[in-house]
């Protein structure tokens, strides 16, 4: 399974990719950044991609290290305002969210577009009520996607700016009523299992490195299993659904498949629906760009 966002979302669009850029249009504001898996040339002459960008982030000393993965500096070529918003209009009807972005010294704006497939399966999947997690949660437009299905949503993530720009990205959306929980994921996870706690939906996206607010130290490779054995235990054993995205080179989706099996002791094929795949974009040139793996678990 490759899944891309819908080409009807005016607000977002891949313009181009390659010579390891991307050339993206937010809204009205149009930006190259780098992108590794861009290996090929691109479609456009760099002089064209010059003359349509407003901004450009070029990688600093380290880029690509741990630790220093995406640091670097934005340059502008054209005014435009430090933040701005672009709203999704999902396919499904009640799947409407705005999100505020903002250029970060990490190369990233606050959104990653090539999640709309997940938003999408996260709509369709929640019913009202629901009790959803997500974890790793960033500035929320998976929680967004929940919320808007009439889920009774917790969003934790263990930066507090990056909760607050959640927080304002629901009341921006004319959402309300999400749990912001700022903490360290497997910390919190853990607790949630020794108090018997459940949640009929767990999303996360859990980053190559990264640490809790104490300073607890996440790596991807060393944690994701026990993080997984943990979520088995927390998600409701019927009608429920886990969604795992993972950006980390390196991981195939059929790895994901086989952590979240193990994991959760997936045995009765009868029992549940396991799929994965890699979610991607395509540049308007139908260039493909593939740039996570997902792996969604549904209990029946
Ligand atoms: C790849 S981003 C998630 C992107 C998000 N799923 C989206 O599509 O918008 C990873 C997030 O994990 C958070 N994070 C890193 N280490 C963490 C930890 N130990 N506990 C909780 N959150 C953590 C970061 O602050 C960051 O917001």
């Given at each position: 399974m490759t899944e891309f966002p819908s080409s009807k979302w005016a607000d977002y669009e891949l313009i181009d990719c390659g010579c390891g850029e991307k050339l993206e249009r937010y809204g009205n504001v149009v930006m190259a950044r780098p992108e590794p898996k861009a290996i090929w040339d691109r479609s456009l002459p760099l002089e064209k991609w010059d003359r349509m960008m407003h901004t450009r982030f070029s990688p600093g000393a380290g880029f690509g290290k741990a630790g220093k993965e995406d640091c670097g500096t934005w340059s502008r070529n054209k005014a435009f305002k430090d933040q701005w918003y672009i709203s999704y209009h999902g396919l499904?009807?009640?799947l409407d969210f705005k999100l505020r972005l903002g250029l970060t010294s990490f190369k990233h704006?606050?959104?990653?577009?090539?999640?709309a497939a997940n938003w999408e399966y996260i709509y369709a999947n929640t019913r009202p009520g629901m009790k959803v997690l997500n974890l790793f949660?960033?500035?929320g437009a998976a929680s967004l996607a929940a919320r808007a299905a009439g889920a009774d949503v917790t969003h934790l993530d263990s930066v507090r700016q990056v909760v607050n720009w959640a927080s304002g990205n629901m009341e921006s959306s004319g959402l309300d009523n999400i749990r912001w929980v700022v903490e360290d994921a497997m910390k919190f996870a853990r607790r949630e299992a020794k108090r018997g706690h459940l949640y009929n939906g767990i999303i996360l996206d859990p980053p190559a490195y990264g640490h809790g607010p104490d300073g607890e130290r996440w790596k991807l490779d060393d944690y994701l299993f026990e993080m997984l054995r943990t979520v088995a235990q927390i998600l409701?054993?019927?009608?429920s659904y886990m969604v795992l995205n993972l950006y980390s080179n390196g991981y195939s989706a059929l790895l994901g498949e086989t952590v979240v099996r193990e994991a959760f002791g997936l045995?009765?094929?009868?029992a549940f629906s396991l799929k994965s795949g890699e979610l991607a974009l395509r540049d308007s040139f139908g260039k493909a760009l593939p740039l996570s793996i997902v792996v969604r678990l549904a209990l029946k």
């Amino acid at each position: 399974m490759t899944e891309f966002p819908s080409s009807k979302w005016a607000d977002y669009e891949l313009i181009d990719c390659g010579c390891g850029e991307k050339l993206e249009r937010y809204g009205n504001v149009v930006m190259a950044r780098p992108e590794p898996k861009a290996i090929w040339d691109r479609s456009l002459p760099l002089e064209k991609w010059d003359r349509m960008m407003h901004t450009r982030f070029s990688p600093g000393a380290g880029f690509g290290k741990a630790g220093k993965e995406d640091c670097g500096t934005w340059s502008r070529n054209k005014a435009f305002k430090d933040q701005w918003y672009i709203s999704y209009h999902g396919l499904q009807k009640g799947l409407d969210f705005k999100l505020r972005l903002g250029l970060t010294s990490f190369k990233h704006v606050g959104v990653f577009p090539e999640q709309a497939a997940n938003w999408e399966y996260i709509y369709a999947n929640t019913r009202p009520g629901m009790k959803v997690l997500n974890l790793f949660a960033y500035t929320g437009a998976a929680s967004l996607a929940a919320r808007a299905a009439g889920a009774d949503v917790t969003h934790l993530d263990s930066v507090r700016q990056v909760v607050n720009w959640a927080s304002g990205n629901m009341e921006s959306s004319g959402l309300d009523n999400i749990r912001w929980v700022v903490e360290d994921a497997m910390k919190f996870a853990r607790r949630e299992a020794k108090r018997g706690h459940l949640y009929n939906g767990i999303i996360l996206d859990p980053p190559a490195y990264g640490h809790g607010p104490d300073g607890e130290r996440w790596k991807l490779d060393d944690y994701l299993f026990e993080m997984l054995r943990t979520v088995a235990q927390i998600l409701a054993p019927h009608g429920s659904y886990m969604v795992l995205n993972l950006y980390s080179n390196g991981y195939s989706a059929l790895l994901g498949e086989t952590v979240v099996r193990e994991a959760f002791g997936l045995r009765d094929e009868s029992a549940f629906s396991l799929k994965s795949g890699e979610l991607a974009l395509r540049d308007s040139f139908g260039k493909a760009l593939p740039l996570s793996i997902v792996v969604r678990l549904a209990l029946k």
